[in-house]
């Protein structure tokens, strides 16, 4: 399937969309767990929460919340830990470096947007040599509103200097299909994502579901692979 050929621009989630980043957020969180006095949690079971956040991570892994007392002070080892190590595991999903190809050669702007902070955000592009590629990112501290609000998504189409109605956004969560559609813009969920056993892509409502990332280039209107 095809979208409309007005779409000439996409944007991509980070975490579970773009970059394959669990081994080390999973890395990170062990080693507080260990901290804990806790044994290690096995990859399944952490990487459903992955983009999700930190908070749900940590709910996960130690079953408390931010109205707990030593919540605050868990949050920032974990955050410490994962920026002492922000790269060592994570790579582009398999496939995702054609289809970034496909889209310097087809001369398709593409961005980032993600919920994830400004000082994770950055080292990551740096370490992976996404900021040498991307015409903009977008952290989760960078606009007023995180996602699902759509106001990173309009900032990230004032960076780009095109119209929502031009972009496809790419994300692995319910909120990144809300905010792509609270944007005006048309969406694709990342099935092959962080996404719980539970949930279930195709109720999004995105505009479709997609398995691997080579699948973007079948939706892109004109795209030569």
Same mark, same amino acid.
């Given at each position: ?10 944007l991509?989630?980070l ?5 394959d980043? =669990?081994?080390?957020l999973a890395?990170?969180?062990n080693q ?5 006095a806790?044994p290690?949690?096995?990859m399944?079971s952490?990487r ?6 930190t908070?749900?991570m940590l709910?996960? =892994?130690?079953?408390? &919340?931010?109205?707990h007392a030593?919540f605050a ?5 974990f955050?410490?830990a994962?920026?002492e ?7 582009l999903?398999?496939?995702?470096d ?8 087809n ?8 919920n994830?902070?400004g000082q994770l ?9 996404l900021?040498?590629m991307t015409k903009?990112i977008v952290s989760?501290d ?10 990173p998504?309009r900032?990230a189409c004032?960076?780009l ?5 031009q972009v496809?956004?790419? &994300?692995? =969560?319910?909120?990144?299909i ?45 795209i030569?692979?």
């Amino acid at each position: 399937m095809r979208l409309p050929a007005a779409i000439d621009h996409v944007l991509f989630d980070l975490d579970g969309t773009l970059v394959d980043t =669990a081994p080390d957020l999973a890395d990170a969180l062990n080693q507080v767990r260990l901290e804990q006095a806790h044994p290690a949690l096995p990859m399944p079971s952490i990487r459903p929460f992955v983009s999700l956040g930190t908070n749900a991570m940590l709910g996960a =892994a130690f079953g408390i &919340g931010k109205e707990h007392a030593d919540f605050a002070a868990i949050r920032a080892r974990f955050l410490n830990a994962y920026r002492e190590h922000v790269a060592e595991k994570s790579r582009l999903f398999p496939g995702m470096d054609r289809v970034l190809k496909a889209l310097a050669d087809n001369a398709i702007p593409w961005g980032i947007v993600t919920n994830k902070p400004g000082q994770l955000t950055a080292p990551l592009a740096r370490a992976l040599k996404l900021d040498r590629m991307t015409k903009c990112i977008v952290s989760g501290d960078t606009a007023e509103y995180a996602k699902p609000h759509p106001a990173p998504m309009r900032y990230a189409c004032a960076l780009l200097g095109c119209r929502p109605g031009q972009v496809l956004y790419i &994300g692995d =969560a319910r909120r990144d299909i809300e905010a792509g559609k609270n944007a005006g813009m048309k969406t694709l969920a990342a099935g092959y994502g962080y996404i719980p056993l539970d949930d279930a892509p195709g109720t999004w409502g995105a505009d479709g579901v997609i398995n691997s990332p080579l699948e973007i280039l079948d939706w892109l209107p004109g795209i030569r692979p």
